[in-house]
């Protein structure tokens, strides 16, 4: 996600981090690279032109910070202007005072409209409601079948009527169903083309007249680039709507559309959709998705992953264990399966401040983790509470074998987690605390030991001891924060 767009803007900015003095002409030749960096990534030519103009005056201008020299100013100007950009602040759902709440789908097919239903009623749980589903799309029974299927993996409830009724009679219907059996949170997947019609967005009004949306959410696929900026606006002149859900972010390397479209439409984002699993789906923060493209990484979406994901107490008496020396393979495994769940490590990897730019030229290999519970599982219960019983050779042979892998694939697993569990008994005889076990072995090739922190923290005083950032002061890393969630 923006990798090709982030690494543009770092090597503009690289030139200006460490800068004592920033001249006029070092203002013209970083704002002049930026400019090129964002037509590049197919970001709307008169958004360019007035990014690149806010960030030149305010470079110029009379902004001074004693805390940073002017090489950071020009850092933080930059990550500012990208969060503005974007949108400023997260704009979230309202939900309504009178249940339920109606949320309505629009957008072309292929945009993974039927998807996002289905993300939607997940999120929507999460946060204490009881979604209900209403298949409108009655012109392509595979739709109907998809959010069928959708609800039935999720355990959320389907209205559907097939392909016979008009769409706006499965609305008016099904958001009717949804309030008599109790449910408070109606999510409507309307209908799409192929392309844009008259007769697709008439029948949308329709849809809207008969459910009385409390939101009405645009689904857009940024993958196709300045295309989906062209179908945003086309959709607000003819239907309008509150806000817009961008798929695929996972997929887009420039991140044009995420950058356009919020200038060029003057509607927030509201969520965006970064995997192929159903819980891959959360409110877009502006400024988060700014620290992560400058590098400075996301450490606020990565605790409220691990948070969501993991279970506190266990993770916290693992801890222990492996503070104490007594870290299992069971408790290896445990904690491999609780990272799975929280997404691509190469995605978690880049919220970590600082790692942008030492994951440049690593290759992070996510299958490892399949690999090594592949090898975990292949154990009997006593070899995995007992490492010291796989000394025996034939018994990382019959490990190797069950796992699909090598016998010194096994064997060199068990030694580096011997390793780290010596190691981490030393720090915990020396007074170390909270460390949580590592990724396995072999996760990251070919990445630096050690590290330097991050230039700055994010939004939410970021780990890593690195200055720079944005308003939000960086944190030396391993520091609790207290925040508030809603």
């Known amino acids: 996600m923006f990798e090709t767009l982030g690494e543009r803007l770092n090597t503009a900015l690289d030139g200006v981090r460490s800068s004592g003095n920033l001249t006029e002409d070092q203002v013209k030749k970083v704002t002049r690279e930026i400019r090129m960096a964002l037509l590049e990534a197919a970001v709307n030519y008169a958004v360019v032109k007035e990014f690149v103009g806010n960030v030149r005056e305010r470079a110029t201008g009379a902004e001074v910070s004693k805390a940073l020299s002017p090489g950071q100013q020009i850092v933080k100007i930059v990550d500012e202007e990208l969060t503005n950009l974007m949108g400023g602040q997260a704009s979230k759902l309202t939900y309504a005072s009178n249940p339920p709440t109606v949320v309505m789908l629009e957008g072309l097919n292929g945009h993974g409209k039927t998807t996002t239903a289905g993300k939607l009623a997940l999120f929507a749980r999460k946060q204490g409601k009881h979604p209900y589903l209403v298949a409108c799309d009655t012109y392509r029974p595979a739709a109907i079948e998809q959010l069928e299927q959708i609800g039935k993996e999720l355990g959320v409830p389907v209205y559907s009527e097939g392909t016979?009724?008009?769409?706006?009679?499965?609305?008016?219907?099904?958001?009717?169903?949804?309030?008599?059996?109790?449910?408070?949170?109606?999510?409507?997947?309307?209908?799409?083309?192929?392309?844009?019609?008259?007769?697709?967005?008439?029948?949308?009004?329709?849809?809207?007249?008969?459910?009385?949306?409390?939101?009405?959410?645009?689904?857009?696929?940024?993958?196709?680039?300045?295309?989906?900026?062209?179908?945003?606006?086309?959709?607000?002149?003819?239907?309008?709507?509150?806000?817009?859900v961008l798929t695929k972010l996972d997929g887009d390397a420039r991140g044009g559309a995420a950058l356009s479209v919020v200038q060029v439409t003057g509607r927030p984002v509201k969520f965006a959709s970064e995997g192929e699993k159903m819980s891959e789906f959360d409110y877009f923060y502006p400024d988060r998705m700014a620290g992560r493209i400058l590098g400075m990484g996301d450490v606020l979406t990565l605790i409220e992953k691990a948070e969501t994901e993991m279970d506190q107490d266990e993770a916290e008496e693992q801890s222990k264990k492996l503070m104490a020396g007594k870290f299992t393979f069971e408790d290896f495994l445990s904690q491999m399966q609780m990272i799975k769940k929280m997404g691509p490590l190469s995605g978690l990897m880049s919220m970590i401040p600082g790692m942008g730019k030492q994951l440049k030229d690593v290759q992070i290999d996510d299958n490892m983790l399949g690999r090594v519970e592949a090898m975990i599982t292949s154990m009997t219960t006593a070899e995995r509470r007992n490492p010291k019983l796989l000394q025996n050779p034939s018994r990382t042979r019959r490990i190797a074998r069950g796992s699909g892998s090598t016998q010194q694939d096994v064997q060199k697993l068990i030694k580096q987690f011997s390793e780290m569990q010596k190691m981490m008994k030393q720090m915990g005889g020396k007074g170390g605390k909270g460390a949580q076990a590592g990724l396995p072995p072999g996760m990251m090739k070919g990445l630096p030991q050690g590290g330097q922190g991050g230039q700055g923290g994010n939004s939410g005083n970021g780990g890593g001891s690195g200055k720079g950032g944005n308003n939000r002061k960086g944190g030396k890393g391993g520091k609790k924060r207290q925040r508030s969630r809603k």
């Open 164 to 244: 016979d009724p008009k769409p706006d009679e499965v609305a008016g219907r099904g958001v009717k169903a949804a309030k008599d059996e109790g449910y408070d949170f109606a999510i409507v997947d309307t209908a799409g083309r192929q392309v844009m019609d008259e007769e697709m967005m008439e029948e949308l009004k329709r849809v809207r007249a008969v459910t009385k949306p409390t939101s009405v959410l645009l689904v857009l696929d940024v993958v196709t680039g300045q295309n989906s900026v062209e179908v945003a606006q086309e959709f607000q002149g003819y239907t309008d709507f509150d806000g817009m």
